[in-house]
Every structure is written in C-alpha cells, then in structure tokens.
C-alpha cells in the first residue's frame, strides 16, 4: 500500500505564507506527477499546482507567481511553498501523487487533506 501525509496547513494572516508538505510511503516503485489541489464547501476539487519526476511545474492561473511547487524524488517528497496568502485561499488542499507501486502497478494516491484558513 502507499500513503500519502500532509502537514504544513493552519490559520495564518492574510498576505502571510504557509509552506504544505506531503510525503509518500510504502511500496513504492516510481512516482510520476505529484500535486495538490484544493476544495472549499460546495465546489469541486481543483488544480492548484503539479510537478513532473523531471521538475515541470503548472499551475492554476489564480496561483500563478504567487504558489510554488517543489519535490525531493529522494524523499518522495512534494512542497507548496504560499506566499501573500488571501482569504480567498482558504480551502482544504489534498496532496496527489501518480504512483508505480513495487508489483509495477500504477494508480493514484490522495492525501487525506490539510485545512489551510487565511484570516483577513
């Protein structure tokens, strides 16, 4: 089996920065693209930013010069780093990760989720 864990969620001050974690474990073989994506009550999940084994990032349009994803293959290992923070960011964001397990299988693997709220 294979897990994701983020950390890194919390309350913070508009224009304000948060730095979201998210590590997998378990039988892992490879893991293509990771990401996050966030959701707010009511609304569907969406894109924020994802990154290939290779380094290539994309991102929402409404994050754009303002988020920035990063990851550490060695320690399958995905980061958000939020910077200048609005309230309009508050969502509960969900690490993603495309992943070749041992037994050569692929699939996607959620996290469980991290609550980031932006006060104003």
């Known amino acids: 089996q294979v897990q994701l864990v983020e950390s890194g969620g919390g309350l913070v001050q508009a224009g304000g920065s948060l730095i979201l974690s998210c590590v997998a474990s378990?039988?892992?073989?490879?893991?293509?693209?990771m990401g996050w994506y966030r959701q707010t009550p009511g609304n569907q999940r969406e894109l924020v930013a994802s990154i290939t084994r290779s380094g290539s990032a994309r991102y929402a349009d409404s994050v754009k010069g303002q988020f920035s994803i990063s990851r550490d293959n060695a320690k399958n290992t995905v980061y958000l780093q939020m910077t200048s923070l609005k309230p309009e960011d508050t969502a509960v964001y969900y690490c993603h990760a495309d992943v070749i397990n041992t037994a050569r299988a692929q699939f996607v693997v959620w996290g469980q989720g991290t609550l980031v709220t932006v006060s104003s």
């Open positions: 378990g039988s892992i073989f490879s893991i293509n693209a």
